[in-house]
């Protein structure tokens, strides 16, 4: 994809990947990750964000600049809102492309740019409304936004244009699918972003859903026609219906989400699944809306998208060597890590010669807010009796569940 023009001397000029890496090393990315990046051009030339060399973005990014008739070593600035590599990766390579640049990002930032890239030199640090004009009525204006999710992050607002370059935040995983716009959108994408932006929110940022939450607050200010984020769409037609979305998924994690129900269930010799069955017959006959996973089977990082946003949540395994079966425990401690909070919650499963899943379950989900039903466990394989009691407890769940007004208009 070219650069891309999203107003008068301001473009795209970011690269799509698409790799079997994973990203942060942790979550897999079946559609791939758009990396943006963006020129703004007055008398003076300042880049916001940089690429990594990842799937060949790092060649993308200067052959976009050249597009524009422009060199590496005509950029006068680079304007790094967050320091992740996945941002500043081509950092390293500017006192060869880009010799004269000089980098803007805060005090953390600048931290970072040295411990990344040994860069000491030619930084300018700045903080919440600092400015960098750039002739021709062309203005940068920095506002700090913490936590969202580094510490040092920040947001660049370019105020002629009226484009908000926001990092990390209002950010999706997923390639551009023909247009970087929202406006460009065929409506067949929207199930598409919605997943690829819930997933990536829970993935990354869920954790700092409080700061995400103070960002927008402290961004109201700004007269914002485009929302330019480091990943995912522009949006440019709807710039508030992604500041909607990010205000809804900030606060799954503070009260019960969308009346809808995870199921995340292991099995080791079919036990446990045979319960799982009969508990799911009992959610059915309520109609709520479910979602299903398997570990090890699925990768935590779908299991984490579909917990956030689900107020109920059904956890079903059997007891491995004294505790939780490892897999589940895993995506159980990811889901205390990212803040998975407020759930209608059910425990069942299986032991053999003793028990111990229950108790890492009751110690994971210790100060999550999580409304408890009476967990369910039995020895081997579940009886009749016990059967029914799973089926029960599967509707009783949906009850509850279907009482909670959906939060996704």
């Not at 940089?50 to 006068?76: F, K, Q, T, Y």
Request: proline share 5%; charged share 25%; aromatic share 12%.
């Amino acid at each position: 994809m070219k650069a891309m023009k999203i107003a008068k001397d301001v473009y795209w000029i970011g690269a799509n990947v698409h790799t079997e890496d994973l990203f942060e090393g942790i979550w897999p990315l079946p559609h791939g990750v758009a990396l943006n990046s963006y020129l703004v051009k007055g008398e003076k030339t300042a880049v916001v964000e940089l690429v990594r060399e990842w799937g060949g973005a790092s060649h993308i990014l200067i052959e976009n600049l050249r597009s524009l008739e422009i060199s590496p070593s005509d950029i006068d600035y680079v304007v790094l809102n967050h320091l992740e590599p996945d941002h500043t990766g081509l950092a390293y390579l500017s006192d060869s492309i880009a010799p004269n640049a000089k980098f803007y990002t805060t005090e953390k930032g600048a931290r970072l740019l040295n411990g990344f890239y040994g860069i000491d030199k030619n930084i300018v640090e700045v903080k919440t409304g600092d400015e960098l004009d750039l002739g021709k009525g062309k203005k940068l204006v920095f506002t700090e936004i913490p936590n969202v999710h580094w510490p040092e992050t920040m947001a660049t607002y370019e105020t002629d244009s009226k484009v908000l370059f926001t990092g990390d935040a209002f950010g999706a995983f997923g390639v551009h699918q023909g247009s970087i716009f929202d406006d460009e959108m065929p409506g067949t994408y929207e199930d598409y972003w919605e997943e690829e932006t819930l997933r990536y929110y829970a993935n990354i940022i869920a954790m700092f859903s409080s700061s995400v939450l103070k960002a927008i607050k402290d961004l109201e200010g700004f007269k914002t026609e485009v929302i330019a984020p480091s990943h995912g769409l522009v949006w440019r037609g709807n710039p508030r219906e992604i500041i909607n979305k990010y205000i809804r998924y900030s606060n799954y994690n503070k009260d019960f989400a969308e009346p809808e129900i995870c199921v995340v269930w292991g099995s080791m010799y079919g036990n446990t699944e045979v319960m799982l069955n009969s508990i799911l017959k009992g959610i059915a006959s309520e109609g709520v809306s479910v979602h299903i996973h398997r570990v090890p089977n699925e990768d935590p990082s779908f299991i984490l998208s579909d917990a956030f946003k689900s107020a109920g949540l059904v956890i079903g395994c059997p007891t491995y060597e004294y505790g939780m079966f490892p897999p589940m425990k895993y995506a159980m401690d990811l889901m205390k890590k990212k803040s998975v909070r407020f759930k209608k919650a059910l425990y069942f499963g299986s032991y053999g010669w003793s028990g111990g899943a229950l108790k890492d379950f009751e110690k994971i989900s210790e100060n999550m807010n999580w409304d408890l039903f009476e967990p369910l466990v039995f020895q081997g394989h579940p009886s009749q009796e016990q059967c029914e009691r799973g089926e029960n407890l599967g509707k009783e769940l949906a009850i509850e569940v279907k009482k909670i007004p959906p939060k996704i208009k």
